[in-house]
């Protein structure tokens, strides 16, 4: 079992910058890939970005260059730094644990709460 709990959200002007964590209990960690996936109103939950146990990394096309996946398995994180945000951007942040860095949402098996970002422009 693998409990997340994600924080740094914010209201943010175009081009800046915000660094999303997500904290994870349970010994079980370093078993799991990681991912984050957002949901802004009114559409479907994307895939963001996924790390691997082994820390390999996969990113979607609309945030490659500007977004970074990392993960630091002795304190039970992982990070998205968010830089260059663009008002399409704004959504809720979840973070996912699974079995590799899908970019399928129905493949993690446990989802934090998520946390709102919003990109003014």
């Known amino acids: 079992q693998v409990q997340l709990v994600e924080s740094g959200g914010g209201l943010v002007q175009t081009g800046g910058s915000l660094r999303l964590s997500c904290a994870a209990s349970?010994?079980?960690?370093?078993?799991?890939?990681m991912g984050w996936f957002r949901q802004a109103p009114g559409k479907e939950r994307e895939f963001v970005t996924a790390?691997?146990?082994?820390?390999?990394?996969s990113y979607a096309d609309s945030v490659k260059g500007r977004f970074t996946i990392s993960r630091d398995n002795a304190k039970k994180t992982v990070y998205l730094q968010m830089n260059s945000l663009k008002p399409e951007d704004t959504a809720r942040y979840y973070c996912?644990?699974?079995?590799?860095?899908?970019?399928?949402?129905?493949?993690?098996?446990?989802w934090g709460q998520g946390t709102q970002v919003t990109v003014s422009s």
């Open positions: 996912a644990a699974g079995a590799s860095r899908y970019s399928d949402s129905r493949d993690y098996d446990y």
């Open positions: 790390i691997s146990q082994s820390g390999s990394t």
């Open positions: 349970g010994r079980t960690f370093i078993n799991y890939a």
